[in-house]
């Protein structure tokens, strides 16, 4: 028997339309793939050759908890290059992809009923993960005329005292949005209040005409 949690956890609709798509697709229709975030194209074979060559080397165990301490390196190398921030390797976990880190975050900061601030439109499983878990998403509205940036004096007007988080996602699935560092910095000001801010950054490397920002900057 299924539990509560996830008999009350809607589908995930990018699934559901590629479900309809595949079936056109099947009947002959020649269609665009617009709904997942897949690439038109093989994996590159350098890619191939070191996942081969790891598992030749016998690579084929369990890692550490954490993750490969050598990628964990890498990782906080990275983010010291680009936005010029220091990250203790202590700190980074790896996990199977952004949507398996939301998850165990908000499982370890949520309390039932806490809340946590998304926006709307938003990627569409944060308010699934954050409800599986028992916590509350309150939405904050984003506009188009605005270029779909946060209005943080709306946020503030939905802190509460179950606040636990809010969510940024910049570049923005599925607007597209760039947060302005200015608007990253009054968000990230709202962390001095004893709540988180859980930075989505998933998509970054494919902007490309302006620069995106880790909110590490502003911490």
């Known amino acids: 028997m299924v539990a509560g949690r996830g008999k009350r956890m809607p589908p995930f609709m990018v699934m559901e339309v590629l479900e309809k798509a595949q079936e056109l697709e099947r009947r002959g229709h020649d269609v665009v793939h617009m709904e997942v975030g897949e690439p038109d194209f093989d994996t590159p074979r350098c890619i191939k050759e070191a996942a081969y060559r ?9 890692t550490h908890s954490l993750g490969v301490p050598e990628l964990r390196r890498a990782i906080c190398e990275l983010y010291h290059r680009k936005y010029n921030v220091e990250v203790d390797p ?10 398996p880190a939301m998850l165990l975050l908000f499982a370890a900061l949520l309390d039932p009923g806490d809340e946590v601030i998304l926006s709307n439109p938003c990627y569409a499983c944060y308010p699934n993960i954050v409800e599986f878990v028992d916590g509350m998403p ?23 005292k179950r606040t636990k988080a809010i969510i ?4 923005s699935n599925p607007t597209g949005n760039l947060l302005e560092p200015e608007i990253m ?24 005409e302006s620069k995106e920002h880790s909110i590490l900057e502003f911490t």
């Open 138 to 160: 309150v939405e904050v509205p984003v506009f188009e005329e605005d270029g779909f940036q946060y209005r943080p004096r709306e946020i503030e007007k939905r802190l509460g």
């Open 54 to 62: 790891a598992m030749m080397e016998g690579k084929t165990r369990y």
């Open 90 to 99: 202590e700190r980074i976990i790896v996990t199977n992809g952004s949507s």
């Open 168 to 171: 940024i996602n910049s570049p």
């Open 185 to 208: 910095e009054e968000i990230a000001s709202f962390s001095g209040r004893g709540l988180y801010v859980v930075s989505d950054e998933i998509y970054h490397g494919l902007v490309y």
